[in-house]
């Protein structure tokens, strides 16, 4: 099974200032067709998951343009370019090479 | 617009059965995969299971498999999970998830609901 591992957990970032979450799988989320399998998503309080970005780096319609995905292989990075207020939430990212769909535990971003 | 509900969610005693049912609105279920993905109290996210547009093919989380199954019912646009042997460990929020898996989304889940919630406690 496809592992993933996020970091920072926690993530406190002062208003308008750049953040950056990390996702390493423990295999290529790349299959040998070149389909690219990693997802990110945001979950505000008390609300459920939105999709953010598909396919590592294609961000979905109705997203800011504050939001961006990179990576390659087994290393995956979400970066917002500069935090608002309602971007407080956990961030997730997913893999979906397998059938059996898996999810990063997480990473909290609060404002400072 | 498209939306999915969920419904069903209620406390149930360990050993105790449970449906949950997840009706869509604004798109025809027979046309994508769905999938189930569920949240513990103060918790991340959990895939439960997916199953393909026409039903041939299901796959499962092996905490659940042999006491959950998915299903889907075209003629009401529906989804279901249907939950027997349930634990306390299976306490959750549980969402339905639309599923995007082609060659121009990859395999993601586009389209969520607001979720029901299963409480399995003594």
């Known amino acids: 099974d496809v592992v993933l591992i996020q970091t920072p957990r926690s993530l406190p970032v002062t208003l308008g200032q750049p953040a950056s979450i990390s996702c390493r799988s423990s295999?290529?989320?790349?299959?040998?067709?070149?389909?690219?399998?990693l997802s990110w998503f945001q979950q505000r309080p008390g609300q459920p998951p939105r999709l953010l970005i598909y396919?590592?780096?294609n961000r979905f319609p109705g997203v800011p343009d504050r939001f961006s995905g990179s990576g390659a292989g087994t290393d995956f990075t979400l970066k917002i370019s500069r935090v608002e207020v309602e971007d407080v939430g956990v961030y997730y990212c997913?893999?979906?090479?397998?059938?059996?769909?898996?999810f990063g535990q997480g990473t909290k971003l609060e404002i400072k | 617009e498209a939306q999915l509900e969920e419904s069903g969610g209620h406390l149930v005693q360990p050993g105790g059965s449970q449906r949950l049912s997840c009706v869509a609105s604004?798109?025809?279920?027979?046309?994508?995969?769905m999938t189930w993905v569920r949240q513990a109290p103060g918790k991340g996210l959990e895939w439960v299971a997916n199953?393909?547009?026409?039903?041939?093919?299901?796959y499962y989380v092996d905490s659940v498999k042999g006491r959950f199954t998915i299903s889907r019912d075209d003629g009401k646009n529906s989804l279901f999970l249907q939950m027997y042997s349930l634990r306390v460990e299976d306490t959750a929020i549980y969402y339905c998830?639309?599923?995007?898996?082609?060659?121009?989304?990859?395999?993601?889940?586009?389209?969520w609901g607001q979720g029901t919630t299963v409480t399995v406690s003594s």
């Open positions: 998830a639309r599923r995007q898996f082609d060659w121009y989304m990859g395999n993601t889940f586009d389209l």
């Open positions: 604004g798109f025809n279920i027979r046309n994508y995969w």
């Open positions: 199953i393909k547009g026409d039903g041939s093919e299901k």
């Open positions: 295999e290529s989320l790349v299959d040998s067709d070149g389909n690219r399998y």
């Open positions: 396919k590592i780096s």
């Open positions: 997913m893999q979906g090479k397998q059938h059996s769909n898996s």
